[in-house]
Structures are given as structure tokens and as C-alpha cells.
């Protein structure tokens, strides 16, 4: 599910067919990547976000949406301006690629967050695995976006961060620390133990739970605090995570996430192979057979060309991708899952069930 190199590419000719086409209609506009794969934690078929910056009055969207139409940029009718979204964007799937693509006008702060998430990848060399892992176990079911009451990636990874900030017994700053160990006590803490109706997560000055009241005290407009409360690190006053209404659901996947992995690495999980999957993880992720044809066909057609020639701008960079064969000290997530020392106790309050582990 990580990017390969020829994903990347792909993806650079696409912001580049549109950078072009930007540039010829305001020459002084500067656009910018953010998002996914601004990061490098994007999906073989996540969105590419861009933002373009420059002096306008109002968002110039028709105009823009004209000027893709004569290049052919877009699929034919994927082109949509929305205009009376809180952020105006317009969205395309790009006719060569299929990959689909919002560009929106002079809203920064999709930029600032992207670099305080790498600044995190930085900071915890695990983050980039499970945050692949949670993503693709989420789009499955249908609730990574806020619009069906799922959470938004920006959401999902400001919980990983919490989640590893204050681990009281796994250093996440360490690149060999155990991922199957760490997948499952993720799915324990927000599937069982984390208490959504009164708590909400802070992610700044080293991380902290901090009760609802004490949060809404900074809130501005008299919102109240959403069921999944997340503070905005960047944003003071602001709740990421007041979109998602169907936060309890994905609770409850979660739930279902650690019961089955638990229950899949425990010593009697030998006498009951499971048929319906090679490996333990692929017990709660599926990848469907059209995403693994689309992405031999990338690297089909984009396999071996100079990235370097590729980004004509070099104004921004993806982070760096990982070999096919993971080295020592980043071991597979699957092979994680399936280690074989015990440890016990569970994340924050002791386990009734016993983690295993290399």
C-alpha cells in the first residue's frame, strides 16, 4: 500500500499538466501541494490536493474549470466546482491517470499541516506504517471522509500521533519498534478504552488528554466539542474532528480490528487456521484485484523514467519512498502481527488479553 517510485512520478506529471495550464491563465500564481502526497502517506488511489495562490477578489473556479475543459485535462463530466463548500474547490479525475484531483485558492492552511506531518514522520520513523494500514482499513469501510460520518486523514493521523506520544512502554521514535504490537494497541485504545463522550486529544507540547470542558473554554463561536474531539495544533479553537458524526462507528470497527488480530495472534490461533486469508492481516485489510491491476499498470507506463526530469519545479518533496523488500529495521506489518514472544499488558490500563511479539 506504500507509494512506489512510479506512483510518484505519475502523480508529478499530473500536478504538472495542471500547474501549466494555471500558469498560462495568471503567470504570477504560485501553486502548491498538500495533503497525501505532500506527505508521501497516500494511497495507490488517494486524491492529489493542490492550492493556488495569488490576488483574486474571489476564487476564480469557472474560469479555471474553463481552461481544463479546453486542454482535455478531466475524464469528461468529472469536472465539479463547488462553490458553496466551506473550502471552494473544483474536482477532476485526470483523463490520462484516473487519479482524481481538488485544487482550491489561497487556503494556507492545508500547506502548514502537511508540514507539521512531516515534521512527524520525522520525528516517529513507525508513523508512515500504520498510518497505510488505518487508511486502507478504513476506505474499505467506507469511513475515511467526513461527508459519510467517517474521519478525515488529517483526523486518523493526529491520533496515531497521540497514540505514540503517549505509548507508556513503546518508544515510537525507534524504526524497529514492533508494528503488529503497535496496530493492535492502537485498535485497543480507540476500539475499548478511550472515552469519546468526555475526552478530547491535544497533540501539542508533548501530548495530552484533556477533558471536553476544559477544551471548549478555547473554542470560538460557542461550538461544543464533537464527539471525536481533536484539538488543531495549528489552528487554536479549532475541532478537527467535528465533522464526523459517525465517530462511534468507527470505534466500533476498531473494536472488531483489535478483536480479531488479538484473537489471530494468541497461541490457539494455531489450531484454527484461518482459510480465508494468507497472512493475519489480511484478516481485517482487502485489496481488491482492479486497485492491484491499476497499479501494475503504472508501473507499466511509468516505469523507469527520471523522477528528476518529471518534477519540473522542485519546489516540493514527497517523502522518500521505501524499497519493495522492507530491511531489518523496518519489518513488514505483517510479519510483526505474527511474532512469536508474549508480552502482556495492553496501552494506558492493563490488557486481559496478552500481546505477542518478536
Request: charged share 25%; hydrophobic share 35%; proline share 5%.
Amino acid at each position: 500500500m506504500s507509494p512506489r517510485s512510479e506512483e510518484e512520478s505519475m502523480r508529478k506529471e499530473v500536478v504538472n499538466r495542471i500547474e501549466r495550464i494555471i500558469k498560462e491563465l495568471w503567470p504570477t500564481s504560485d501553486v502548491q501541494i498538500f495533503g497525501s502526497f505532500s506527505t508521501g502517506l497516500y494511497l495507490p488511489t488517494s486524491d492529489i490536493d493542490l492550492v493556488v495562490l495569488g490576488k483574486w477578489e474571489r476564487p476564480p473556479l469557472h474560469e479555471l474549470e474553463q481552461a481544463l475543459r479546453k486542454h482535455n485535462v478531466a475524464e469528461p463530466f468529472s469536472i465539479k466546482v463547488l462553490d458553496k463548500a466551506t473550502v471552494p474547490i473544483i474536482k477532476l479525475t485526470d483523463q490520462e491517470t484516473e487519479v482524481k484531483v481538488d485544487i482550491s485558492f489561497n487556503v494556507e492552511t492545508g500547506v502548514k499541516a502537511a508540514s507539521f506531518i512531516k515534521d512527524y514522520v520525522k520525528k516517529y520513523p513507525v508513523l508512515p506504517y500504520l498510518i497505510f494500514v488505518l487508511k486502507q482499513f478504513l476506505l474499505q469501510r467506507d469511513l475515511n471522509e467526513v461527508f459519510t460520518g467517517g474521519i478525515s486523514s488529517y483526523s486518523l493521523i493526529l491520533m496515531v500521533i497521540s497514540f505514540l506520544q503517549l505509548h507508556p512502554r513503546i518508544d515510537a521514535r525507534y524504526p524497529n519498534e514492533n508494528l503488529g504490537v503497535l496496530l493492535i494497541e492502537f485498535f485497543e485504545l480507540y476500539g475499548r478504552h478511550f472515552n469519546y463522550f468526555k475526552t478530547g486529544i491535544r497533540i501539542k507540547n508533548g501530548g495530552a488528554y484533556i477533558a471536553k470542558e476544559e477544551i471548549m473554554k478555547s473554542m470560538t463561536n460557542g461550538s461544543r466539542p464533537s464527539m471525536l474531539c481533536i484539538e488543531d495544533p495549528l489552528l487554536p479553537g479549532n475541532d478537527v474532528g467535528r465533522g464526523s458524526y459517525g465517530a462511534l462507528h468507527v470505534k466500533q470497527v476498531f473494536d472488531y480490528a483489535y478483536t480479531v488480530l488479538s484473537h489471530a495472534v494468541s497461541p490457539l490461533a494455531r489450531s484454527y487456521p484461518n482459510k480465508d486469508s494468507e497472512s493475519t492481516l489480511g484478516r481485517i485489510i482487502r485489496l481488491t484485484q482492479e486497485v492491484i491491476d491499476y497499479r501494475e499498470w503504472i508501473i507499466k507506463k511509468w516505469g523507469g523514467r527520471d523522477l528528476s526530469q518529471t518534477d519540473n519545479r522542485g519546489k516540493y518533496a514527497v517523502m522518500s519512498q521505501q524499497p519493495h523488500v522492507c530491511n531489518k529495521a523496518q519489518c513488514s506489518m505483517i510479519h510483526s502481527v505474527q511474532s512469536t514472544q508474549r508480552i502482556s499488558g495492553g496501552i494506558h490500563k492493563s490488557s486481559s488479553h496478552d500481546l505477542i511479539r518478536k
